[in-house]
């Protein structure tokens, strides 16, 4: 494992949390991802930026563990992963927002938030139904800790709206309340700005900072919106049909003539 | 302790504490529950706190900035700067950076207890300017991690440093040495005219305001009240602290601003106070729902109201009434009122009031058939409040009350009204040409409205601002808020604004309500993109042109103020807002900047056009500045034919 470095505005990232080996990933003879490896260190944000169809989000069902790939190996906190049951990773601490929001729309946003608390629930369905005893210390543990994190992410006052009735904006906000509910080490999203307005950004781009910063959680997005992405994450990685074509720094990023070339377009002089 | 010693804030808590400690003395929603304090534990919360800014350094007469939405702790705050013989200044939280850096730098404080992160960054931006602020304490540390914390404190810490300095004794002699004429607090007047200006309230001002107050209505330990409104506001001091320590009664903070009427619901306040534009917006949308209720949901509400019309007013002031309508009346509360008042959260409330701006005769009456004891009162934050109030029982629409206890009146030749009170206000800070202007050696003060008091009932009836009464072109009297109160009670009607001081006819802007034109919009599928669109829709302008013409009738029956009858409109293209510095953060509108800044349109209003192009500066919420394009339709009103005066 590398050693650790210290980013610009002085947030120390640690080593690595998740490596990806060599990862291709085949639908029949289409191949979504082609030898790709990169690492996502503990505490840093990560994001993965790539034109239309470049296998942006196959990559993230692959960590996710939705997808298993047909070469390579994925690495979590210094192990190599066997193939795992989507569940399994959300066990393992892996906690994750969709492009197209999958909430359940006819419950409230405190039971939506609540449904990430699952992993954190050991009574059984028996004891939970009778709601006595231990059932009922869990749900109240629980609770609170979904009450902190509604209180994070200002969502107060919808707390007992159903999530059908709210707009765009804020239901992209209660996945992201209930992706934190599981208390991941490592929290994936999948274009979390997208469909919003300058003003929704500004508030994500905040809260996606915030609790890095304050939880110390890793962070792995896809995003296309590139002011955003340049601002808010510590490193990149490119890609572009299926292949990653750079990787490094924002910065970095943004001067390989490659990345230019295939994304952002050719440079004129 | 006696009565008479109870001369500052700190001691009526330390009574407080003494008589009723283990009762709650503040509640506020945090994590989905009602946290709740007693009077003990809010006391041991502010003695920690005022012993750590001891620590940082504060000495007696410091000013201290308190910016932040209601919480317990920004209440506590303020008690504690009491505690050490500091003078609190609340600020407006929503205030931009540089209409806060004004009061910061005009009051001179070296410290600032702010909320959050948003506050911090806004004293952030204005630092440089401020040589004497020293040291900021946050009380939500979120996002503040990476700040550099050199003058900078966590609220919490600051208590932790107090209560492991062990200042107690220190703390009692800084309470016991303020007077009962030392300054209490500093407030900042939002100014409808030039900059705001810091009013000094003394301790005597605050404490008998708050004695007479509570015993004109019979406030005790036992009110609930709701504390929702800009604590930079003089109500909110002193009924959130002055007759709450005076009292002894809970004060109740929301989980935050958009959950402020789950909240109200939650608690259901006994005493509540709120500006009629809250009223409006409440009973506007009661209406809304009730268009999309069904058939005998709606043929319920309307059966039931008009009973409630007919009867619930004088079944409040405990005027007789028939036995059959007060059977009616007890069926209508089973299945309206009470349900009503319950979705409100009014159910208890035992003493409402209302005050900043005239209310609507209905909105008014609405509230009141239901039950509620909703009164007026005038006041300003000059007179610590309050001048005029209504006593129970002698409720109306159109007067303000009589003086309250310990005021007294007097109207000046040009109708202006003066008071002289317990709590006429100390000074105006660093201002004493204003102080001088505004109070004379016998301590009168001109509150700048013109009225008159009512022959019979002693009541006083406010007409307009005195300075903004004048004349038109003809000599004929011109007062322009009686005009746009009338508009404005029309529900479509947001704000209006009329022009005539000194020409031929009157005119007046119109903003129309977003809320109440929009679902009108929505009922009859019409289509608009925007707020200019649908502001310039055809039959909205017909709309509000039946408005403006009977609101001339109405005008036209009074003979002294027939004149203002308006002759052309134009409906405003955006709402006045206070970000552009049209209103006041009270919004009340700024007569003087509107006319400046939408001169084109006035200059229009007063030619032969039906239309006019104009480009109007916009800013938006964080601060950046955009251009708006419209043109906009002038229109004629019908001119009702005047009564002629005897």
């Keep these: ?269 | 302790m006696t009565a008479d010693q109870l001369h500052s804030i700190p001691a009526l808590l330390a009574r407080n504490v003494a008589a009723f400690g283990d009762k709650p003395a503040y509640r506020e929603k945090e994590f989905g529950i009602w946290q709740s304090w007693t009077w003990a534990q809010a006391a041991d919360q502010i003695d920690a706190l005022a012993a750590g800014l001891l620590t940082l350094g504060a000495v007696p007469d410091d000013h201290i900035a308190i910016v932040g939405r209601n919480r317990p702790a920004l209440y506590w705050a303020m008690v504690a700067a009491q505690r050490i013989g500091c003078v609190p200044v609340p600020m407006y939280s929503d205030a931009a950076a540089e209409e806060m850096a004004y009061a910061l730098d005009h009051c001179g404080a070296r410290f600032a207890v702010v909320s959050d992160q948003e506050q911090v960054d806004k004293i952030a931006d204005i630092r440089e300017g401020l040589t004497e602020l020293e040291h900021i304490i946050y009380l939500d540390g979120r996002g503040l991690r990476k700040y550099d914390h050199a003058a900078m404190t966590s609220y919490a810490d600051v208590q932790a440093a107090g209560r492991a300095a062990g200042l107690s004794a220190r703390l009692d002699e800084l309470s016991a040495a303020r007077g009962y004429d030392d300054t209490c607090v500093m407030l900042y007047t939002s100014g409808t005219t030039g900059r705001p200006k810091g009013v000094v309230l003394s301790n005597r001002n605050v404490i008998e305001t708050s004695k007479n107050s509570s015993s004109f209505d019979g406030l005790r330990v036992g009110e609930e009240v709701l504390a929702y409104l800009p604590m930079a506001w003089v109500g909110d001091f002193i009924f959130s602290i002055g007759q709450s320590m005076w009292t002894g009664f809970c004060v109740n903070c929301p989980e935050s601003e958009a959950t402020m009427m789950t909240d109200l619901r939650e608690i259901g306040p006994t005493y509540y106070f709120a500006p009629p534009r809250v009223f409006e917006t409440q009973l506007t949308q009661v209406m809304i729902r009730m268009e999309d209720a069904g058939r005998v949901k709606k043929w319920l509400f309307d059966h039931f109201m008009a009973v409630a019309h007919r009867v619930g007013p004088d079944l409040l002031d405990g005027k007789p009434v028939g036995g059959l309508d007060r059977l009616r009346y007890a069926l209508g509360n089973l299945f309206v009122f009470g349900p009503l008042k319950n979705t409100l959260g009014l159910s208890r409330v035992r003493v409402g009031y209302t005050a900043g701006e005239a209310i609507g005769p209905e909105i008014f009456d609405f509230y009141r058939s239901l039950g509620i004891n909703l009164k007026q009162l005038y006041g300003q934050t000059e007179a610590t409040v309050f001048i005029t109030q209504q006593p129970d029982g002698e409720v109306r629409s159109d007067t303000v009350g009589v003086p309250s206890p310990g005021v007294e009146l007097k109207i000046a030749d040009n109708g202006e009204v003066f008071y002289r009170s317990p709590g006429t206000f100390v000074s105006y800070y660093k201002n004493p040409e204003s102080t001088a202007s505004t109070k004379d050696a016998e301590g009168w003060v001109a509150t700048g409205d013109a009225g008159f008091i009512e022959e019979g009932t002693g009541h006083l009836r406010i007409i307009d601002r005195a300075k903004d009464v004048g004349q038109m072109a003809d000599g004929r009297l011109f007062a322009p808020k009686y005009v746009e109160n009338k508009l404005k009670f029309y529900p479509n009607i947001l704000e209006a604004v009329v022009f005539g001081a000194g020409r031929e006819y009157c005119t007046a802007f119109i903003n129309i309500d977003l809320t109440a034109v929009g679902n009108w919009a929505e009922r009859n599928n019409i289509a608009y993109s925007s707020y200019q669109e649908l502001s310039q829709h055809p039959q909205v302008l017909g709309q509000i042109e039946a408005h403006v013409s009977e609101v001339n009738r109405s005008v036209a029956s009074d003979p002294m103020l027939a004149g203002c009858q308006i002759h052309r409109f134009l409906v405003l293209h955006k709402e006045l807002d206070a970000d552009d510095g049209e209103m006041t953060r009270t919004r009340k509108v700024r007569r003087a900047v509107i006319a400046d800044k939408f001169s084109d349109l006035i200059a229009a209003l007063y030619s032969d056009a039906t239309d006019v192009y104009t480009e109007t500066e916009v800013t938006y919420e964080d601060g950046r500045k955009g251009k708006i394009t419209a043109t906009l339709d002038l229109r004629d009103a019908v001119i009702a034919a005047e009564q002629v005066a005897a």
């Design chain 1, 1 to 269: 494992m590398k050693d650790s470095y210290v980013t610009p505005d002085g947030r120390t990232i640690g080593g690595v949390l998740m490596d990806m080996r060599g990862i291709t990933l085949r639908f029949g003879g289409v191949e979504a991802i082609k030898d790709i490896s990169f690492d996502i260190r503990e505490g840093e944000i990560r994001a993965i930026i790539g034109p239309n169809g470049a296998g942006k989000s196959s990559m993230l069902n692959v960590i996710s563990g939705f997808y298993h790939p047909q070469e390579g190996e994925v690495w979590f906190r210094g192990a190599k992963r066997p193939t795992m049951r989507p569940y399994d990773v959300a066990r393992q601490g892996i906690a994750r927002t969709f492009q197209n929001i999958a909430l359940f729309e006819g419950m409230s946003v405190l039971d939506n938030v609540m449904c990430g608390r699952l992993t954190h629930m050991k009574t059984g369905i028996f004891s939970q139904a009778l709601w006595h005893g231990a059932a009922q210390r869990e749900e109240v543990e629980n609770r609170e800790a979904v009450e902190r994190i509604i209180d994070f992410l200002e969502i107060q006052a919808i707390r007992k709206t159903p999530v059908g009735r709210l707009p765009y904006g804020l239901k992209k906000r209660v996945e992201l309340a209930r992706a934190l509910a599981a208390e991941p080490k490592l929290l994936l999203l999948d274009e979390p700005m997208a469909g919003m307005n300058v003003e929704e950004k500004e508030d994500m781009s905040r809260f996606i900072l915030d609790v890095n910063d304050e939880f110390g959680t890793t962070i792995a997005l896809i995003e296309h919106d590139m002011g955003v992405v340049m601002d808010l994450s510590d490193r990149v990685v490119v890609m572009d049909y299926g292949r990653k074509i750079g990787d490094g720094t924002p910065d970095e990023v943004r001067g390989n003539q490659e990345v230019i070339d295939a994304y952002l377009g050719v440079a004129h002089d």
